[in-house]
């Protein structure tokens, strides 16, 4: 799931799921659950995802353990904002703070950060980014997992720029890029593409085209992590949430299909042949 291959991790998880159960290893139901949520919500399986976390939700209570009620709700509210049930989001975000208390753990940090993304998306950019960097220990997020950094430096590039500040949205940019090279995974390279994209039609609103090349390197990304099996959903709504309007001023498909993305000494690009760089 981590490296960006999701149809092994499907199936690895489903195997996992299966033995667990047939071998009386219940205590590990709920990490299974989880994680088939997360494959799912990146494939754009939503309902799926939202079936799996019901069920994490309920063993997760009869344990009685905070820490998984805490990441099974944050889950949540990442599954909510990226269906667009923002008072869902929010509702389930808050909670999964409250629940997993005030110790500044992994736990705490992700919760956090599917907190700070609902904020963003429901209109509150300035309490996304201070929520965000409170989650994730400060400017270098040390707090969250390497593979997650560029999509939430994506979030506080986004956020940035919905509050006018496109030098900020800039440096957060060039921040998901680091990050993304040293992790060498196409999907967390999509992220920062995504990320130099808003930032840059921000620098330049009328001069769309290197947040246009960085968009297609960004779908091109998703189309090798998902191997073609799915249109990208979740990519779809984050890229119109993201851009609002950037496929209409420069013709960018956003509607899943394949688009060949033009070399740009400027974008970051993901060759499907070798690892991805950022130039």
Known sequence: ??????????????????????????????????????????????????????????????????????????????????????????????????????????????????????RLHAGDPQGAIDLLLEAGGGPELPLMDPPSQPNWYSVLTTASVRLGDSGQAARWAERAGEVAAELGMPLRTGFANLARSHAALAADPADPADAADALRWALAAVAITTRGSLPGQCWERSVHWRFCGLSDTCGTCCSGRRVAPRRSRRSCSVPVSRSPSWV
């Open 1 to 118: 799931m981590y490296l960006g291959r999701l149809a092994d991790s499907v199936r690895r998880l489903e195997r996992g799921m299966g033995l667990a159960r047939a071998t009386g290893q219940s205590h590990l139901i709920t990490y299974l659950l989880i994680a088939q949520s997360v494959t799912y919500g990146m494939l754009g399986r939503f309902t799926d995802a939202s079936g799996c976390l019901a069920d994490a939700l309920e063993v997760a209570v009869l344990t009685d353990s905070a820490e998984l009620h805490a990441m099974v709700l944050g889950y949540q509210c990442w599954i909510a904002t990226y269906t667009s049930d923002l008072d869902v989001a929010l509702r389930t975000g808050e909670a999964a703070l409250a629940v997993g208390g005030p110790d500044q753990d992994w736990f705490g940090s992700v919760a956090g950060g599917m907190l700070a993304q609902a």
